[in-house]
């Protein structure tokens, strides 16, 4: 068992970089890296990361990886060969899906199922609703579905029968069956990865789970065989997309879990600094180099759901945290379309060539090069980067490509473009909040990112919201998250029983069985764990709906009559409707299982040495910045200099390696002991 004597790294790969920090609990050191991600193989971002912090594998005690491999190929749909064998007459229920279209208006739109016609096969069983059993598995027909999907080359298969979450006997007989000969562990049963009715989500998020585990197989055995021949000995724990964590000896049996693993590890950093410093209720806003993430944190809890669809018929239902992503970051290009309007995104410049400012070769207007012109990021960088890039020839790019269309100067068409990007990334926040009938001004704005900061103060006027939260290192938040989250067990198991047909016994008897079974998966993990608690709830209906909601529960032992007050209340709030006199259907039990890890101390993020006893000595400078039509004579401080404790009025700019912090006019801002900043909005309502 490690007790984390001497150090934690936390690895995360996003779209543009790769971040990484490493925390010694023993001397207080931290060392941090930022490098561009290599997306054509991960591993070597997290060696070449590895190696720019100079991190001594051999005393590390544990690594923990947020990864974007699976979130990458469903999204670009570079899958493995996946074969599926369903229950006679059910082959397209991949394909039929709901009655949904892609686009809002219009009946265009394109749409292609993980699993392509020619590989669906049928065999003969059938179970019913209730589990009972109508029709014996053909076993035979298995074993030539199976030897067929091989003949087809297909590397990895799904077994996903009718009612098999009711009763799962024909799909554990196929599975036996097919490892008979299946050359490989890449086979997934549907009622086994998600126990919920509902063929289409269940087939669907088995099918990706099938697609994408052979990759995700392949690259954590090659990381782990890579750092293992570089000195490291040590356990490597995989961020799942529920915010939580895994072995990597188990991960790739449940790889579907981990889409979404990078914007999940943001919102428990969130999640714990807010903790910590007081702030229970976040709204998190995570603005990188090529989108921006989103999510909701009521008392100090992410919002989890599994009712997320990763894009258009792709609903991947395995608890994730409920993170909403739009297509602009930094790199995102800025363009002007056939109609005459500025457009960002959602193309990114991405780490290569990158932004016209980092000079390697971007030629596209993209929303840091907004920010350069006006004079929100440091032009004197510009000297250091390659490719002989100016200032002017920014500005005469704007001038070109979006100012001549627009009937406007190049600083008043860089102002446009980061007014147009904070009107779409509000859009975003407003979606994670007001449309699950929450108020923004309830809330902080948790601010991070490499970009996250820069545009906080003015998403935060835009919305209402009173506070920014900006912790220590924006810019590495993820990897911070790595090291400060929880192993997390999460099941879900459908019952689909009228309110008042529910017997107490039976709800409980699932809760205590889904407790059992994290308990005991978390008892097999190789690192040292605290306390272990429980988050149970239950996904609810009123008769004749459709949609879900989950009612959270404080303890497992709930009476029908209370479980029916707590969904009114909860509907009400979601939906401000009072349906008090129609029938509610418990639908599904869910119950999420945490192993907590020892707390860490962040406060050495920022070198305590490096603190300036005043905020004269953190000034490092004045510059020039546009605001509303108007030049600005703004200080520039060193984020690292900062005292301790301070207080400072906008307009200032706060710089260091990971991010650049813009307090607007009218804003005031103070620092606390642990690095983090505090923004109270003038004007916020």
Request: charged share 20%; net charge negative; proline share 5%.
């Amino acid at each position: 068992m490690n007790e984390y004597s001497r150090a934690v790294v936390g690895v995360d790969v996003g779209g543009t970089f790769t971040d990484l920090v490493e925390l010694n609990q023993t001397s207080g050191k931290v060392r941090l890296a930022k490098v561009p991600s290599t997306l054509e193989n991960q591993a070597f971002g997290v060696l070449n990361a590895l190696e720019a912090a100079k991190c001594n594998l051999a005393l590390l005690d544990l690594i923990v990886h947020g990864t974007t491999t699976t979130t990458n190929a469903v999204l670009e749909r570079k899958l493995a060969r996946t074969g599926l064998i369903t229950t006679r007459g059910f082959r397209d229920i991949l394909e039929l899906g709901r009655r949904t279209r892609p686009q809002p208006y219009g009946m265009k739109g394109a749409f292609s199922p993980i699993i392509p016609r020619d590989l669906r096969l049928e065999v003969c069983e059938r179970m019913d609703c209730a589990g009972n059993i109508v029709s014996s598995l053909d076993e035979d027909g298995v074993r030539n579905a199976g030897q067929a999907l091989l003949a087809h080359d297909c590397e990895s298969v799904v077994v996903h029968f009718l009612h098999a979450y009711a009763n799962p006997e024909h799909e554990i007989k196929a599975a036996a069956i097919l490892r008979e000969f299946w050359p490989n562990t890449h086979i997934t049963l549907g009622h086994a990865l998600l126990s919920e009715s509902r063929e289409f989500e269940r087939g669907v998020t088995a099918a990706a789970n099938a697609a994408v585990q052979p990759l995700l197989d392949r690259y954590i055995r090659r990381l782990v065989n890579e750092l293992s021949s570089k000195g490291y000995h040590g356990d490597l724990l995989v961020m799942n997309g529920n915010g939580g964590m895994v072995s990597s000896e188990h991960v790739s049996l449940e790889a579907a879990k981990t889409v979404m693993s990078g914007p999940a590890s943001g919102v428990m950093a969130a999640a714990y600094t807010g903790r910590k410093v007081g702030e229970m209720n976040l709204i998190t806003y995570d603005m990188g180099g090529t989108s921006t993430d989103v999510a909701l944190i009521r008392d100090a809890e992410p919002s989890v759901s599994n009712e997320i669809e990763v894009e258009y018929a792709m609903p991947i239902h395995v608890p994730m945290v409920d993170v909403r992503t739009v297509g602009a970051g930094g790199g995102s290009i800025a363009r002007v379309n056939p109609a005459g309007l500025l457009e960002i995104g959602p193309d990114s410049a991405g780490a290569t060539p990158g932004p016209i400012c980092y000079g390697l070769g971007g030629e596209e207007p993209t929303i840091s090069d907004a920010n350069m012109l006006l004079g929100r990021l440091d032009p004197s960088r510009l000297s250091a980067v390659k490719g002989g890039v100016t200032l002017e020839s920014v500005r005469d790019v704007f001038a070109k490509q979006l100012g001549a269309q627009l009937d406007l100067g190049p600083i008043d068409a860089a102002e446009a473009v980061v007014r147009v990007a904070n009107m779409k990334m509000a859009g975003a926040i407003r979606m994670v909040s007001i449309s699950l009938g929450a108020d923004p001004r309830d809330f902080a704005l948790f601010a991070f990112g490499g970009a996250g900061p820069l545009h906080a103060c003015a998403l935060a006027r835009e919305l209402g919201i009173p506070r920014v939260l900006i912790p220590a290192r924006p810019g590495i938040t993820n990897a911070i998250g790595c090291v400060v989250a929880d192993l997390r067990h999460d099941f879900v198991r459908t019952i689909n029983t009228p309110l008042h047909k529910l017997d107490k016994n039976t709800l409980m008897n699932v809760f205590h069985q889904q407790i059992e079974d994290g308990n005991r998966l978390l008892s097999k993990e190789s690192i040292k764990i605290g306390a272990i608690r429980t988050v149970c709830s239950v996904d609810m209906q009123f008769v004749g709906q459709t949609h879900l909601l989950r009612v959270p529960l404080d303890t497992p032992d709930v009476e029908p009559d209370n479980l029916k007050r707590l969904f009114e209340r909860a509907y009400l709030d979601r939906f401000r409707v009072d349906l008090d006199n129609i029938p509610a259907n418990v639908v599904n039990v869910n119950c999420s299982v945490i192993g907590t890890r020892s707390e860490l101390n962040l406060s050495s993020l920022l070198d305590p040495a490096q603190r300036k006893k005043s905020l004269s000595e953190a000034q490092i400078g004045k510059r020039s910045i546009y605001f509303e039509g108007w030049w600005h004579d703004t200080p520039v401080y060193q984020r690292d200099f900062l005292p301790a404790s301070f207080a400072i009025s906008g307009p200032v700019i706060i710089q260091q390696m990971d991010t650049t912090t813009l307090i607007e006019p009218g804003d005031k801002a103070d620092g606390d002991a642990d690095g983090n900043i505090v923004v109270e909005i003038g004007g916020a309502q």
